[in-house]
Nanobody
């Protein structure tokens, strides 16, 4: 099982971009599917998208081509590229890695979109 830490969050203006990283320690990262989630206070956590062990990425409808998920197994890291950010994208973004029914979560990183 892997341990996860997200980074790359911060304050960005509307229309701006950020790249979030999900760094894994432990063995077998390449055998894990990775999903990105986000949550704002008072709302349920929602899935942003996911990438499979075969490098196939899938996204929730609200992403609408603005976000891209990728992974670099040699670096044990998954990425979430956020483009064309909107006020409503403000949230804590977390990654989740699962293999053989076992999942790990990172603590999350805050993304704030504000002018």
């Amino acid at each position: 099982q892997v341990q996860l830490v997200e980074s790359g969050g911060g304050l960005v203006q509307p229309g701006g971009s950020l790249r979030l990283s999900c760094a894994a320690s432990g063995s077998g990262f390449n055998l894990h599917s990775v999903a990105w989630y986000r949550q704002t206070p008072g709302k349920e956590r929602e899935v942003v998208g996911a990438i499979t062990v075969n490098n196939e990425a899938h996204y929730s409808d609200f992403v609408k081509g603005r976000f891209t998920i990728s992974r670099d197994n040699a670096k044990n890291t998954a990425y979430l590229q956020l483009n064309s950010l909107k006020f409503e994208d403000t949230a804590v973004y977390s990654c989740n890695a699962c293999a053989s029914g076992r999942c790990s979560w990172g603590p999350g990183t805050q993304v704030t979109v504000s002018s």
